[in-house]
């Protein structure tokens, strides 16, 4: 078994990602870069992203598990101070796998240019500074003209973040489904949105037709393109799935209300 282990630059993350590559070689497991089976991360959400961006070409094979350094996060299952139950785990392959789904973002340039990418949180289209104007298509026919801030495109586990903070549904990460939210619409006689959450399934395709601008941004997670002429951009639930391996039984609902709620078993 081949394992890789990233970290923050965070002290903490540092001496813990190093407790866990002694006590991993100990048990005679491969500490390697080079198509491991296992990706652990130590940090937060935001390392979990990172990894998950540095290794998703290689998603079919490869299983993904967080050690959170700070607070609580939706990806990071186990503390700091678990480590050796998780290599346990690890050596003696007590596992589930867990299959989250992505969002499948393809951004076509102004000036022909096609670029594929896979978002595990979300994907935000929206101007520097200015409203946007777009029509919003589902499945090529035109829904609603948009003129506002932006717009968000979320996959289920992505529903914690950005998207709930306008207003979006909480949505379980065992549906295959995407959510579409608007950030501040603007409602007139020209531009009317539906000014709600969209969730729609798998095989639909959101589309975003945004008028001429030399000065978009696009966020795949937290990666972001800046000063972009963006001609449209196709959104859809990707084939393709995260596989998180659960060492112990994984209760998103109570980790959401732990989170949102109240603090702990409470």
């Not at 923050?8 to 870069?33: C, D, P, T």
């Not at 520097?128 to 932006?150: K, L, N, P, Y």
Request: aromatic share 10%.
């Amino acid at each position: 078994m081949k394992v890789w282990i990233q970290n923050n630059a965070k002290s903490i993350s540092q001496k813990i990602a190093q407790e866990l590559r002694q006590k991993l070689l100990y048990e005679k497991i491969i500490i390697s870069e080079k198509n491991p089976d296992l990706v652990i991360t130590v940090g937060g959400d935001g390392t979990f992203l990172s990894a998950f961006h540095r290794f998703n070409n290689q998603l079919a094979h490869i299983e993904f598990v967080g050690i959170h350094t700070g607070h609580l996060g939706f990806y990071t299952d186990w503390q700091d101070s678990e480590v050796d139950e998780l290599v346990s785990r690890i050596v003696n392959k007590q596992k589930n796998v867990i299959k989250f789904p992505l969002l499948d973002v393809k951004v076509t340039f102004s000036s022909g240019v096609v670029s594929h990418f896979l978002s595990l949180n979300e994907s935000i289209l929206k101007r520097v500074s200015q409203t946007m104007r777009a029509d919003i298509m589902i499945d090529g026919r035109r829904f609603e003209r948009f003129r506002g801030d932006g717009i968000v495109l979320s996959t289920p586990s992505g529903s914690t973040a950005y998207s709930k903070s306008l207003g979006g549904a909480i949505i379980d990460p065992s549906l295959s489904v995407m959510q579409f939210n608007e950030i501040a619409p603007i409602n007139n006689r020209v531009y009317r949105t539906v000014n709600s959450s969209l969730i729609l399934p798998q095989k639909q395709i959101l589309t975003v037709v945004p008028a001429p601008q030399t000065d978009y941004i696009v966020t795949i997670d937290n990666l972001s393109y800046d000063h972009c002429s963006v001609q449209k951009v196709d959104y859809q639930i990707s084939q393709e799935t995260i596989k998180i391996a659960s060492y112990r039984p994984k209760r998103f609902w109570l980790r959401v209300r732990n989170a949102f709620l109240v603090d702990g078993d409470k």
